[in-house]
């Protein structure tokens, strides 16, 4: 019996390798990590591989215009992806919100950031960094925090400006920047803060960050690509999408 389980076991192995296909990805930078866990999962229970390219929306968005060789585009916003749908660059009907993301505002330094609102009024902190809000959507959040709590021109001497969330997160651990506005999945996994001390910002303070995915004309008959936007918006992967403080779209 064993041994007929094993048999039954390994035709099942080499059945998934020979329908396993491989899928390119283009990532927005905010949502790298809570990736690499859903692609890994993915791969676990497909048998397809995904290779992930990770960076700043607005440059992908420019490359797959210029015809990049992605399959699926997960986007840090729902304009780009909408657009490139609207201009019959992506296959219609693919588009969907996979995540809303949240904003924080994060100090490596423990205890460093208690009321966040406060601590900006305060003017109490050196370089504050945000994302780029021509090239990232967490950008344009931090923007409308401040402009929300009539801060822009009171903190505007304390800017430095990341190129994409990633870049922007990089200031403020390595200690070039006091403080920085990044994405809440970047400190956070299951449910709590794993570095330093940061204040969610309270969603009323800017427009909701909905991520849409969209599926490219370049994975149109790609059964890896379909397979995989399908499991995202699954039970599965918007557990892992919680985790990092999203709330899942599907």
């Known amino acids: ?20 296909g491989e899928v390119t990805v283009a990532v927005a930078s ?19 591989r995904v ?15 210029n015809g990049a060789p992605f399959q699926v585009f997960f986007s840090a916003d729902r304009a780009k992806p909408r657009t490139l749908d609207a201009d019959g660059l992506a296959v219609p009907g693919s588009r969907f919100t996979y995540a809303v993301g949240s904003l924080a505002l994060w100090s490596p330094q423990a205890g460093r950031v208690r009321d966040g609102a406060a601590l900006l009024q305060s ?6 960094a945000l994302a780029n809000p021509r090239l990232a959507p967490y950008g344009t959040a931090a923007l409308e925090v401040l402009r929300s709590l009539h801060l822009q021109a009171a903190t505007r001497s304390h800017w430095v400006q990341g190129e994409n969330i990633a870049q922007t997160f990089q200031f ?26 940061a204040w969610i910002v309270p969603a009323s303070l800017y427009q909701p960050i909905r991520q849409d995915a969209v599926l490219l004309p370049a994975g149109a008959d790609s059964a890896a690509a379909r397979s995989l936007l399908r499991f995202v918006r699954g039970k599965h992967a918007a557990a892992i999408i919680e985790s990092y403080g999203y709330r899942a779209g599907r």
């Open 51 to 65: 290779k992930l390219v990770f960076g700043s929306s607005g440059k992908f968005y420019a490359q797959i215009r």
């Open 172 to 197: 403020v651990a390595s200690g070039n920047a006091d403080l920085g506005f990044v994405a809440l999945s970047q400190i956070q996994h299951g449910g709590r803060i794993e570095r330093g001390s």
């Open 1 to 20: 019996m064993i041994r007929r389980w094993s048999l039954l076991l390994v035709l099942f192995a080499v059945a998934l390798q020979a329908r396993a």
């Open 30 to 48: 905010n949502f790298t990590a809570p990736m690499k866990e859903i692609a890994a999962a993915f791969e676990r229970e497909s048998g397809h």
């Open 123 to 128: 003017g109490d902190f050196g370089k504050l």
